[in-house]
């Protein structure tokens, strides 16, 4: 493990990690890595950078100087250098940062790597204590293991977009490129994983995974469906397949989510709202799932004459899980999503004082009969191109 100072405590601190990816999946998964700690140095290309810098609208800032909001959101704790990859200058010196760090991520369509120099023997020979993350888009091998990997494409492939929308006929992709998210959390975990066996042996590893494998990984109750079933889910808007009433119900000029998961909170459903809890094919969830239409068009019958916010008070009330869809400038501004950390405040070099999202995770030490918090709580904001390459060069000449 190096021992290089980092600017704050996490339970990854003194770890140094390398990260050559680019886009969004790997720069997901350093950043997670950055949150808990971890010296992350983020390798891109001269003059362009990632290309994540020039997503947009939105940019922000100066004319002459944007900075793309899509790149601010998967960079944050990281430092930045310029490296040619393909120079012998840049072999060098990425051979010696590889020679200190940690972990290596990358995210290249297959042999991309290799006919670079630094082949997974390669950089396990450099520096045998080295954990690889690489992420591809549809695996390493296979019959299309070679094929390049976007999220959308990968949503469709995975088969969630068949499973999202209004309907059979509708598919939609979720909100978020979460193919793209999902591997860099998966690859955070396996990095995490492995990095915890060289504990035990000494030795780093390769831990790979796809855009196609994280998909496939939250499939969740919906790939048993499939596998064990033999059911093929389909889109079916915004209600459970496999509960009822669970889903979004129209009130009066609105809608409110509820999850009645279990046949005592329908009877205390029911109680409150003067509904028959025991009406024929009603009495039981499974009856209730084959009948969703109908119930759903008693609940939102029983809702209509209340506004949203009296519904949702009605609902915490008598116990029934609730809540509300909020837009994001909304989320934003919630205090519960303040009192978890979630938005933070960074000084950035061009833009000053801004807040972005926030890690979902948090440490705490329970000493003594009390806890105390351990989360990092400073963070750097994600930085300019070729930022910090003076510190980085100090850093490989000790």
């Known amino acids: 493990m190096d021992t290089t100072e980092n600017t704050d405590v996490g339970p990854l601190t003194g770890y140094t990690v390398v990260d050559l990816t680019r886009a969004l999946a790997g720069p997901h998964a350093g950043m997670m890595l950055g949150d808990m700690g971890a010296r992350v140095i983020k390798v891109e290309t001269p003059d362009r950078g990632d290309d994540t810098r020039h997503w947009g609208p939105p940019f922000v800032g100066p004319d002459d100087d944007p900075q793309a909001t899509y790149f601010l959101s998967c960079n944050r704790n990281k430092e930045s250098i310029e490296l040619d990859l393909k120079s012998d200058a840049g072999t060098r010196i ?15 369509r297959t042999g991309v790597l290799e006919r670079l120099g630094f082949s997974m023997p390669r950089l396990l020979e450099i520096n045998p204590r080295l954990v690889v993350l690489s992420i591809t888009g549809f695996g390493h091998d296979g019959p299309e293991g070679g094929r390049a990997g976007y999220d959308q494409i990968a949503q469709g492939e995975a088969g969630l977009m068949s499973m999202t929308g209004a309907g059979p006929d509708d598919p939609q992709k979720v909100g978020v490129p979460i193919a793209d998210l999902l591997s ?13 066996q060289r504990e035990r042996t000494g030795k780093g590893q390769i831990v790979r995974t796809s855009l196609m494998a994280a998909v496939i990984g939250v499939h969740a109750y919906q790939g048993t469906r499939a596998t064990v079933a033999g ?7 915004n209600h459970h397949p496999s509960i009822s009433p669970y889903g979004l119900f129209h009130c009066k000029g609105g809608a409110v989510q509820i999850s009645v998961g279990s046949d005592g909170l329908w009877r205390r459903l029911c109680a409150r709202f003067g509904l028959d809890a025991d009406a024929p094919g009603m009495q039981t ?8 239409d109908e119930v759903i068009e008693l609940v939102e019958s029983a809702f209509a004459a209340y506004e949203s916010e009296e519904l949702l008070a009605i609902l ?3 116990g029934i899980p609730a809540g509300k869809v909020r837009k994001l400038d909304e989320v934003y ?9 979630l938005v933070i405040d960074v000084d950035h070099p061009i833009l000053g004082d801004i807040k972005l999202p926030g890690s ?15 989360t990092r709580a400073h963070h750097d904001s994600p930085p300019l191109l070729g930022q910090n390459e003076a510190d980085i ?6």
Not at 94 to 108: H, Q
Not at 285 to 292: D, F, I, K, M, Q
Not at 360 to 374: H, M, Q, W
């Open 316 to 318: 915490a009330e008598a």
């Open 333 to 341: 501004a919630w205090d519960q999503v303040a009192s978890q950390g």
């Open 360 to 374: 979902p995770l948090r440490f705490f030490d329970a000493d003594g009969g009390s806890e105390r918090e351990t």
């Open 393 to 398: 060069m100090a850093w490989l000449d000790e």
């Open 94 to 108: 990425l051979t010696k940062m590889i020679e200190r760090a940690d972990v290596l991520l990358e995210n290249f």
């Open 184 to 196: 860099g959390m998966y690859g955070a975990f396996g990095v995490l994983a492995a990095l915890l």
């Open 285 to 292: 969830n499974p009856e209730r799932v084959r009948r969703r």
């Open 231 to 237: 059911e093929v889910p389909v889109a079916a808007g």
